[in-house]
């Protein structure tokens, strides 16, 4: 049963935290997204990554910064949470070739207070 | 600029109608659509649409592409008060590397 892991279904942080998301795939793929979900604004890209220490922005880069070291696991950083961060976040995964489905993880639901 | 537009945004219905959703696009490289319904969680995958003209079917639901309008259906019959969630379509490009999606559109079944 293929998965996409996130660390964390529920979260609550302080205004200038340092907040950590992770994300696993086991299913080898190549690309990776972050996406955070808000009412009315449908899911909107922050970054995604196409292979281990490549990274590209996406819509909503600001205030957040990543990590993919290794090809299964991509983190989103929020460097300094504030208020406006609250959200859900939802991880992705494609593969480069063949297909398939992108596949969800099950999301964060990150409140900053 | 790639982008998908999902119309409508929100619908309200009573249980046993019909509903079509709509999905139009706009991206470089088009390699499938998506369609996921989202209920209070991660969205689940429903159909994926690579072919003009194919139908794809899952009991009550059904999908299909126009490649050349650039746009997708999604169609629930006799719909149920379970239908009610968010349904969100997207679109993959070749490399896999894009995936966009529409803001969605709520739909609500009243019994």
């Known amino acids: 049963d293929v998965k996409v892991t996130q660390s964390s279904r529920y979260l609550v942080k302080r205004t200038g935290e340092k907040v950590f998301l992770e994300c696993v795939q086991d299913?080898?793929?190549?690309?990776m997204f972050w996406y955070r979900q808000d009412p009315g604004l449908g899911l909107r890209l922050i970054y995604f990554s196409y292979d281990v220490k490549m990274k590209e922005k996406g819509d909503i880069p600001e205030g957040y910064s990543v990590s993919r070291e290794k090809k299964e696991r991509f983190s989103l950083i929020l460097e300094s949470a504030s208020t406006n961060q609250t959200s859900m976040y939802l991880c992705?995964?494609?593969?480069?070739?063949?297909?398939?489905?992108?596949?969800f993880g099950q999301g964060t639901r990150l409140t900053v207070v | 600029e790639d982008k998908v537009v999902q119309s409508p945004l929100s619908l309200v219905v009573h249980e046993g109608d019909t509903v079509t959703l709509n999905c139009s696009y706009e991206v470089t490289n088009f390699r499938s659509l998506l369609w996921y319904k989202q209920e209070k969680k991660a969205p689940t995958f429903l159909f994926m649409l690579?072919?003009?003209?194919i139908e794809k079917k899952s009991g009550r639901l059904s999908s299909i592409l126009d490649k050349k309008e650039l746009f997708s259906i999604l169609n629930i019959t006799a719909t149920q008060t379970g239908d009610s969630a968010i349904y969100l379509c997207?679109?993959?490009?070749?490399?896999?590397?894009?995936?966009?999606f529409g803001k969605g559109t709520t739909l609500s079944v009243s019994s």
């Open positions: 690579t072919s003009s003209g």
């Open positions: 992705a995964s494609s593969s480069g070739l063949g297909n398939t489905e992108a596949f």
């Open positions: 299913m080898d793929h190549e690309n």
């Open positions: 997207a679109v993959l490009n070749q490399a896999g590397t894009a995936l966009i």
